[in-house]
């Protein structure tokens, strides 16, 4: 089974520039998060899809961040414009429609502003 | 709002020592627990998991049990390798099929020989 798919790896832009992360999940599995992780920090959860609906975006700075996840399979996630504070790794996970299952991460994508 | 509380790291640890790494846990209902570990330049992958009060997770020689009177699901192993140095991180899930996944802050784990 292929596991979850992101690219790309790593990404170096200007602040004020855009960017855009892409996503394959795993397939059939209709729950997918991106995460933002800090250097030294946990995961935190930007967005979580149900299918092509967004569950929670709670914590997407709304004023730069868009995701989208179109027919309910790939996403992508974009920032524009990107601030030095945007330096991270975003990680993209996926879950099958089962209770107590785990996610699936990817290798995640590697972003410096500069 | 859900939350997972880890020991602060890094935890540097001899081979062949005993390790243990506390983790607990506030949320409404009952949770499943996850144990990830993130080996360098990795992403996360699942190491362990309980879905139940007293359930036990288990895999790679690394333990823990779900105890819901002290909220908690430390990570324990009896004999740790240098091969076990990575980022531990502690999460829960909550219930239903659309459930969000909450993580701690992570734990390093060094250990040298």
């Known amino acids: 089974e292929a596991g979850v798919?992101?690219?790309p790896r790593y990404k170096i832009i200007e602040k004020r520039q855009s960017v855009?992360?892409?996503c394959n999940p795993i397939s059939g599995h209709a729950t997918l998060y991106w995460y933002q992780q800090i250097l030294g920090q946990g995961p935190k959860l930007l967005i979580q899809f149900q299918n092509n609906g967004v569950v929670d975006d709670s914590q997407l700075p709304k004023d730069r961040f868009s995701a989208e996840r179109?027919?309910?399979v790939d996403s992508t996630l974009k920032i524009q414009p990107a601030k030095l504070e945007d330096s991270a790794v975003y990680l993209c996970a996926s879950r099958p429609p089962r209770q107590n299952t785990e996610a699936f991460f990817g290798q995640g994508t590697r972003l410096t502003v500069v | 709002g859900n939350s997972?509380?880890?020991m602060e790291g890094p935890v540097t640890l001899s081979e062949e020592a005993f390790l243990t790494i506390n983790c607990t846990y506030t949320a409404t209902g009952y949770p499943s627990?996850?144990?990830?570990?993130q080996y360098p330049g990795e992403g996360l992958q699942l190491l362990l998991k309980a879905t139940k009060a007293d359930d036990k997770g288990s895999n790679k020689g690394f333990e823990a049990t779900y105890r819901k009177e002290t909220t908690?699901?430390?990570l324990e192993k009896g004999s740790v390798q240098v091969s076990d140095s990575a980022v531990y991180f502690c999460a829960l899930s909550t219930t239903g099929?659309?459930?969000k996944l909450t993580f701690g802050t992570g734990t390093r784990l060094q250990v040298t020989l």
């Open chain 1, 20 to 22: 855009a992360f892409w």
């Open chain 1, 70 to 72: 179109l027919k309910g």
């Open chain 2, 33 to 37: 627990l996850f144990w990830y570990v």
């Open chain 2, 4 to 6: 997972v509380t880890q």
């Open chain 2, 97 to 99: 099929t659309a459930s």
């Open chain 2, 72 to 74: 908690s699901f430390h």
């Open chain 1, 5 to 7: 798919a992101q690219s």
